[in-house]
C-alpha cells in the first residue's frame, strides 16, 4: 500500500476574482498543511479542465479535499469522480466581500454544481464544510475528515486474527472474514486458542522470565497471585506476544472461558490487558467487531481504550458504568491505585485487572454493530469518565454521558445494539461519524 495522501483540489475559472481567489489558496495550503504531513498541493489554482487533468495525473489520493476557489461547472467534478473513488470533502469558501459591487468567487454556486455530480457518482456520500480557511469549524471538519480518511487507509492494511470461536450465545461477535474484507478492508486469520495454549506449555520458566519481568513492571500485586498461575499466565503472555509479533497482527479477538480456566488453568485476561498496551487492540469472549472498534479507537486517539459491558446506570448521576472481568489495559488504571491484579471474579482464578478507570474529560462511548439484516451501524455517544473507584470486582469505567443516561440505555436496548462496547478516551465522534460514512454505514448517535 502507498503512502497516505490527501489531494488538495481547487477548481475554479478565470474569469472571478483571480486576486482574491489567490489569497484563498495561499491559506487553504496553509490550514491544510498545519493538520497533515500527507498533503499534495497544485503548484497553481486548477482553473481549465487541461490543468485539472495535468494535476490529477499526479496524485494517488486516499481523501480529496475538492474546493470551489471560484465558481466552476460540473464538469470539474465530474472529471474528478471519474478519476478517484477515494472519499471526498467538498469544501465552499465564503465570499471574502460584500459590497453591492462584483461577486469575487461564486464559490457556493460552483459547490451546488459539484454536489449534484456528487450525489449522482457517489449516491450524496460526500462531506461538506462551508467557510473561510482561518474558521474554527472549517479547521475542525477537514482534521476530521483527514483522520477518518486515514483510519479507512488504516483499516484496509489491518491483518487482525480470531483466536478461538465466541461461546454459545456470544453470536454477535462472530466474523466471517470475507465480510472483513468486503465492508472493512480487513484481512481476517482465524486460529484454534488450543493451539496458543499448547504453544504456551512447551516454553521453559527461563525463556518466559522477560515476559514475567514486563508484566511485574507494569501491574501492582502479580507477585501475590499463586506461582503456578504466575508462571502460566508469562507462558500464555509469551506465545501471544510472539504470534502477534511474528503474523505483524494489529488486533485479536481471543476465546477466555471456560477453556483457559478448564484446559490451562490461568485465565487470558491479564495477557489481553498487556497487549492492549503494546499497541495490540485485543478483545475477549472472541469478539471481533469489539476488536475492530478497540482498534479504531485506537487509531484515533493513539492510547488504549476500555472494552466492556454495560453494567448499571444511575439516572441522578446520568451515569452508565462499563465492566468487564478484568481484561483492561494496565495504562487505564487510575493512577492513585495503579493496574491492581486480582482474581476472576466467578472462577476465583487469576490474573485479572482490578481497578477503576483514570477519569477523563472527554471519551467516546462506541461500537460497530451488525442489524439483523446483516448491515453494519455505528454506535457513537459522548461523555465523561469520572473519578470513580472500582465498581465491581474486574475494571470498570463510570461515563457521565452527554446526552440522557436513561434515554441511550432504553433506546439502544430497544435498537438491539450488542452487549459489549468501547469507551475511548478522547471526543473522536466527529471522526467515527465521518468514518460511518465513508464506508457506508448506519451512523447512530446517542
Request: aromatic share 10%; glycine share 8%; hydrophobic share 40%.
Amino acid at each position: 500500500m502507498g503512502k497516505f495522501q490527501v489531494a488538495y483540489i481547487p477548481i475554479g475559472v478565470p474569469t472571478f476574482h483571480l486576486e482574491s481567489a489567490q489569497i484563498q489558496f495561499e491559506k487553504s495550503i496553509q490550514m491544510i498543511s498545519s493538520l497533515t504531513d500527507s498533503g499534495v498541493y497544485p503548484d497553481k489554482m486548477l482553473l481549465s479542465i487541461d490543468d485539472l487533468k495535468v494535476f490529477l495525473s499526479t496524485i494517488n489520493p486516499d481523501l480529496i479535499i475538492l474546493q470551489n476557489i471560484t465558481f466552476a461547472n460540473s464538469a470539474y467534478a465530474s472529471e474528478v469522480l471519474k478519476t478517484f473513488a477515494c472519499p471526498v470533502l467538498l469544501w465552499t469558501l465564503r465570499e471574502p466581500v460584500i459590497d453591492g459591487t462584483r461577486l469575487r468567487l461564486n464559490s457556493l454556486t460552483g459547490a451546488y454544481s459539484a454536489a449534484n455530480t456528487l450525489a449522482s457518482f457517489r449516491d450524496g456520500n460526500f462531506e461538506y464544510i462551508f467557510g473561510s480557511p482561518e474558521e474554527e469549524k472549517v479547521i475542525n471538519k477537514t482534521n476530521a475528515a483527514i483522520k477518518a480518511a486515514k483510519l479507512k487507509k488504516d483499516l484496509s492494511e489491518l491483518h487482525m486474527c480470531a483466536i478461538g470461536h465466541t461461546p454459545q450465545g456470544f453470536g454477535f461477535g462472530r466474523a466471517l472474514d470475507i465480510d472483513l474484507l468486503k465492508y472493512f478492508g480487513i484481512t481476517l486469520d482465524s486460529i484454534e486458542a488450543r493451539e496458543l495454549i499448547e504453544k504456551a506449555k512447551g516454553f521453559t520458566d527461563e525463556e518466559c522470565e522477560p515476559y514475567l519481568q514486563e508484566a511485574l513492571n507494569s501491574m501492582k500485586g502479580l507477585e501475590n497471585t499463586p506461582e503456578k498461575n504466575i508462571k502460566d499466565f508469562a507462558r500464555l503472555y509469551k506465545a501471544y506476544k510472539e504470534y502477534v509479533t511474528e503474523n505483524h497482527i494489529g488486533a485479536i479477538s481471543s476465546r477466555c472461558w471456560p477453556d483457559f480456566f478448564t484446559s490451562f488453568g490461568t485465565p487470558v485476561c491479564a495477557v489481553l490487558a498487556m497487549l492492549n498496551d503494546m499497541g495490540v487492540s485485543a478483545s475477549c469472549e472472541s469478539d471481533v467487531y469489539g476488536a475492530v472498534s478497540m482498534y479504531m479507537g485506537r487509531q484515533l486517539t493513539g492510547q488504549p481504550v476500555f472494552f466492556g459491558d454495560p453494567v448499571s446506570m444511575d439516572e441522578g448521576e446520568n451515569t452508565i458504568t462499563f465492566w468487564h472481568c478484568g481484561t483492561a489495559a494496565c495504562s487505564l488504571a487510575h493512577p492513585s491505585t495503579g493496574a491492581e491484579v486480582g482474581v476472576h471474579c466467578n472462577r476465583k482464578i487469576g490474573p485479572t485487572m482490578e481497578f477503576g478507570c483514570k477519569p477523563c474529560k472527554e471519551v467516546t462511548v462506541f461500537r460497530v454493530g451488525r442489524k439483523a439484516d446483516g448491515s453494519f451501524r455505528f454506535f457513537i455517544a459522548g461523555g465523561e469518565a469520572l473519578d470513580k473507584p472500582k465498581q465491581f470486582f474486574g475494571a470498570s469505567v463510570v461515563v457521565k454521558t452527554e446526552n440522557s443516561a436513561e434515554e441511550i440505555v432504553y433506546t439502544s436496548v430497544q435498537d438491539g445494539w450488542e452487549p459489549h462496547f468501547v469507551v475511548i478516551y478522547g471526543d473522536v465522534k466527529a471522526e467515527l461519524e465521518i468514518l460511518g460514512h465513508m464506508l457506508n454505514m448506519e451512523v447512530c448517535k446517542y
